[in-house]
């Protein structure tokens, strides 16, 4: 090759090289019993418009994003407590423990599948409540106090990083519709046969939890 041909072969190559990944467009829908935060990598991108302390606050959101591969889709995800003791309706005769469900699909913009939850992401458990089930039949429930105890765990540092290793936590427990119940918003949206409901192994008691896939 001539030296020339060599020398200009060489340059773009490393333009080649040189070249940024294109961001792609992802859409996003998601449904969660009873709130979420995402955030993709470190960024916030969307949240739950229902305020959690709503009654009933089922409803699921739609949004938007740009974003490089690989990157990280990172969640909060939670169901209403009314304090650490895990319920709801506390004093009321409606005094019970709430249950969780969370289901999600990513689409580029040709409408391939992105991703689904299902039990390939990590969910970290941070908020269990109650201890016991009996916790919801006590007259006078106190959080930490007999069957009322609670159990939280800080969230871990850096774990919004794509880099971050989520190897020692638990893969996210996937859930029937039956089993979670989902109403108001869910319908609306036509769900992947792929993407399934997803939580920590119980619904009743886990109440907050990190879940996050990374997309490569």
Not at 113 to 120: F, K, W
Request: glycine share 8%.
């Amino acid at each position: 090759m001539h030296p020339m041909q060599l020398r200009a072969a060489s340059l773009g190559l490393l333009l080649a090289v040189a070249t940024p990944a294109t961001a792609e467009s992802i859409h996003a829908d998601v449904w969660v019993d009873n709130w979420f935060t995402f955030f993709l990598n470190e960024t916030p991108v969307a949240e739950d418009s229902v305020p959690i302390t709503t009654e009933r606050s089922f409803n699921a959101e739609s949004f938007a994003f740009e974003a490089e591969r690989p990157f990280a889709l990172n969640f909060i995800v939670k169901d209403f407590k009314q304090d650490d003791t895990g319920l709801e309706y506390i004093g009321t005769p409606r005094q019970q423990m709430g249950d969780g469900g969370f289901i999600a699909q990513f689409t580029d913009a040709g409408g391939k599948q992105v991703a689904v939850t299902n039990s390939g992401w990590r969910c970290l458990v941070i908020h269990d409540a109650p201890a016991d089930a009996s916790c919801a039949r006590e007259r006078n429930p106190v959080a930490g106090q007999g069957p009322c105890g609670f159990t939280v765990t800080p969230e871990p540092d850096g774990w919004k990083a794509v880099n971050f290793d989520d190897s020692g936590w638990p893969a996210a427990t996937e859930h029937s519709a039956r089993e979670v119940g989902p109403k108001d918003g869910y319908d609306r949206i036509r769900w992947s046969s792929d993407a399934r409901f997803i939580w920590g192994p119980d619904l009743k008691t886990n109440n907050t939890l990190l879940c996050r896939l990374v997309v490569n």
